[in-house]
C-alpha cells in the first residue's frame, strides 16, 4: 500500500560504470530469497557514509565506521539481509569481521578495504558461515546484476524496491547518478534498519565528499520519520568512481553545486521512498516548520507533530481534527510566543495567531486531507530558519505489521 | 477493554466533610448527558493545583492559576465536559469567566474563589450560555450527590469511573481522602485532558501543600503516558477542609509522613486508572529505570521506551520482541555506557552487559508478555537515581478510536 512510490522504467535504471554488483542466496532469509548483495569499487572510488546515532550500533556499523575512518581506500561493500547483527555483543564484531576478512581473501584486497552491512532480525547471532560459504558462487556472478537487482535483494519488510537513476550533461560530459534504498524507515527495529546507498561517475575529492554527504543527510535521511524508531544498522553511503571525468575538487568549482543539487536531490527521492513505503502508510505528509530561530528548535516542533499517534490517526482517518496539531506544537517543548503561531494544511489557514482561524471552514480542512499527499506548514514567525521533514499517517496496517510475530 | 480497573464498592466511596457535590446536565454534552460538576468548599478549605506545560493552555487553566495565585480562599469548582475551551483565544477566556461571574453571583462569592475546568473538543468555541442557563437547577441538587456521581459527569472518553477513597486513623483522629480523576491519558487532545480532584477532612498549612502536590504529582500524574500528547487541559487539585480536625502545619508534624503518603497513594491510583483505561489499552505495564545518573536522564530512557510504537505493539501482540526495548533505550539521547545495560521483563533477565542474555530463553519472556500486568526493569548501572512511569501497550482499537469521526 506504498503512497505514489513509482519505479523508474528498466531502460532509465543507468549502471555506474567503475561499480560491479553481485547478488546471492546465502540463506540467512528464509525460503532462500536473494539475501546477499556486493558493490565492488573500480580503483580510485572514493567512498563516504554516515551511520546510525543510536548508542547500540550493530556490529558491521562499528566495523565500517573504522574502515572508513582509517583513511584506506574503500574497495567493496557486502550487505545482508535477514540478521541485523546488532546488539550481538563481542561475538557479533567477530562474526562481521570473519566475513570481511573471508571475502577479502577472495577479492585479494585488504579487509579493511570492505565496508559491511546487515538488515534483518535484531539480537539473534548471525549466521556467517552460511554467508561465507555463499560467497564464491556469489563473486562468479560480479557484474552481471543491476542496480534494480539489488534494490531487490536489500529488501525486507519493503513493499516495493526503492531506486533513482537520472543522468546529467555538465559541461560536455555525461553524468550518471543512481541509487537505491530500503527500509519501512526507522519503524522496524525488529526488521530492522534504513540503508541508503548512491553511485556516481563523478569524482568528488574526499574531504569535500565527507562534508557534502552530510549536508545531504540533512536534506533527505536525517529528515524522515515514521514513529522515531531510530535503527541500530541506518547507513547512508555514496560511492565516486570518477569514470565520467568530471572531478569535483573543492566547492569553487563552478560544477560544485550541480553535482551536489543532483546527489541532494537522488537522496531526497530515496529518502522520501523509505516513508512512501512505511508500513501501514495511506498518506505522504511533509511538514514544514518555517521562521524558527534555529533549526534545532524547528525540528522539535516538526517531529513533536510527526510523532503525536493523535495527528497520524486523524490523517489517516481524514479527519481535520486540527486541535491536535496545535497541541503537538503546544507540547514541543519550544519556547514560542502562541499568538505569533500560523498552521496550514496544504493552502487552508487552520490556525491564525495560536487560535482556531475564525474563517476556517472545516469542509476546506476535510478536501485536503481526502488527499495521499499532505503539506503541513507551520510558522512560529519568530526568527528566520526553516525546516522540512516528511512522515506519513498511522493506520490499523501499522499495528498488525508490527504486532505481528516475527516467525 | 480497561486493564484490572477496580471500581470501589459504593460503601467504601466516603464522603468529605466540607466538600459539597452538584451534578447538572448543561447540553454542552450530547444527548443530555451529566456534563457540569460543582464542589462546594466549606469556609477555610485550603487548595492546591498544578497544571498542564502545553503552551496552549485553555482558557479554564489560565483563570484557574490566576485564581489560585492570587491567594483568595478558594471556594467553589466548576467542571464541564464535552468542550475543553482550548485553542479559544482571548474569546474562549471572556466566556469562562462569563461563567465564574454568573457562578459567584448566584453563590454571593468572588468570581476569583473559583476554579473552573472543562474537558472535551479542541478549538471550537465554548457555548457558554447552555452552562450558565444550567446553574441555577444544577445548584439546587447541592449536597445531594455523591463522589461517584462526580466521577461519572466528569467522563469523556472514559469506559469506567475513577475513583479512590480510604479511612485512616492518625492519633484518634479518623481521616478521609477521596479523589476521582478522568481521561484516557494524555491520548486524546480532541477529547482532551487528564483531570485529577482529590478531597481530604486534614487540613494542610497552604505553602506546605503547595509543596506536596508537586511532589506528589511526580510520583503519579507526571508520571503516566500512553503516546506522549499532553493536553491543553491537564489539572490536577488537592481541597483540604480540615474538617477531620486534624491539621498539619509542616513537614516535621509527626503525622505529617502519614497524610502525605496516603495523599500519595491515592493519586498513584487515580493516576494508574488513567492508563488502566487508556483506549485500546489491553496491559498494564510499569517501566522502571534505575541506577541513573539523575533524574531527568531516568525519565528520558523511561519515556523513549513507553513512547516507542514498536515496544507497545510488540507487548499488544506478547511477542517478547526484546530487541526493540534495547533500540528504545539506545536512541534515547542518554549518555550511558552500553556495557552496563541491564533489561529485565518482570524477572526474566533478557538484556546483560548491553547485548542479548546468553542464557535468555524466549518461552521465559513469552510467558511475562501473556500477562496483563508487565514491568520493564532497566538498569544503566551508572548512578543512583530510579524512576518509574507507567503506560500501556498500543493496540488496533487505539487506531479506530483516534481515527473515529468527532462526531
Given amino acids: 500500500m506504498a503512497v505514489n512510490l513509482n519505479i523508474p522504467d528498466d531502460n532509465k535504471i543507468f549502471p555506474i560504470n567503475g561499480i560491479e554488483i553481485a547478488i546471492g542466496e546465502a540463506g540467512v532469509k528464509k525460503n532462500n530469497k536473494k539475501d546477499l548483495t556486493i558493490f565492488k569499487l573500480s580503483s580510485g572510488t572514493n567512498v563516504a557514509g554516515i551511520f546510525t546515532k543510536n548508542l547500540f550500533k550493530a556490529a558491521p556499523v562499528i566495523i565500517s565506521e573504522k574502515n572508513l575512518a582509517n583513511q584506506k581506500q574503500i574497495k567493496t561493500l557486502i550487505i545482508n539481509t535477514g540478521n541485523a547483527n546488532a546488539g550481538t555483543g563481542s561475538k557479533g564484531i567477530e562474526k562481521a569481521q570473519k566475513i570481511c576478512t573471508e571475502l577479502g581473501k577472495q577479492l585479494q584486497i585488504d579487509s579493511q578495504e570492505i565496508l559491511t552491512f546487515s538488515t534483518g532480525v535484531v539480537m539473534e547471532q548471525l549466521p556467517e558461515d552460511k554467508i561465507i560459504n555463499a560467497l564464491p558462487r556469489t563473486l ?111 566547492e569553487n568549482d563552478p560544477n560544485y553545486k550541480k553535482v551536489f543539487e543532483l546527489l541532494k536531490k537522488a537522496s531526497i527521492d530515496l529518502a522520501q521512498k523509505i516513508v512512501r513505503d512505511a508500513e501501514g502508510a495511506t498518506k505522504f505528509i511533509t511538514i514544514n516548520v518555517e521562521k524558527a530561530t534555529n533549526s534545532q528548535e524547528a525540528l522539535k516542533v516538526a517531529y513533536s507533530v510527526a510523532h503525536s499517534p493523535l495527528v497520524k490517526t486523524a490523517f489517516y482517518a481524514s ?61 512560529l514567525n519568530q526568527g528566520k530558519t526553516n525546516e522540512t521533514i516528511y512522515t506519513c499517517d498511522f493506520s490499523h496496517e501499522y499495528v498488525t505489521i508490527n504486532a505481528d510475530y516475527r516467525s
Fill in 319 to 379: 479527519d481535520p481534527n486540527i486541535g491536535r496539531i496545535l497541541v503537538a506544537v503546544g507540547y514541543s517543548d519550544v519556547k514560542i510566543s502562541t499568538n505569533n503561531l500560523f498552521i496550514w494544511l496544504n493552502d487552508v489557514l487552520i490556525v491564525k495567531n495560536g487560535e482556531i482561524n475564525p474563517d476556517y471552514i472545516e469542509s476546506d480542512g476535510q478536501q485536503v486531507l481526502q488527499q495521499k499527499e499532505i503539506i503541513i506548514r507551520i510558522s
Fill in 140 to 250: 562468479d556472478g560480479l557484474g552481471k546484476y543491476t542496480w534494480k537487482d539489488a534494490a531487490y535483494s536489500i529488501m525486507t519488510t519493503d513493499t516495493k524496491p526503492k531506486i533513482f537513476s537520472e543522468k546529467l550533461d555538465i559541461s560536455g560530459k555525461e553524468i550518471t547518478v543512481t541509487g537505491i534504498s530500503k527500509g519501512a524507515g526507522m519503524i522496524c527495529p525488529n526488521m530492522a534498519t534504513m540503508l541508503g546507498f548512491i553511485g556516481t561517475d563523478v569524482q568528488i575529492e574526499q574531504s569535500l565528499l565527507n562534508k557534502m554527504i552530510k549536508e545531504i543527510a540533512d536534506f533527505s535521511f536525517n529528515r524522515i520519520t515514521v514513529d522515531g524508531d531510530t535503527s541500530t544498522n541506518d547507513s547512508f553511503i555514496i560511492m565516486c568512481t570518477g569514470k565520467s571525468g568530471l572531478d569535483i575538487r573543492n
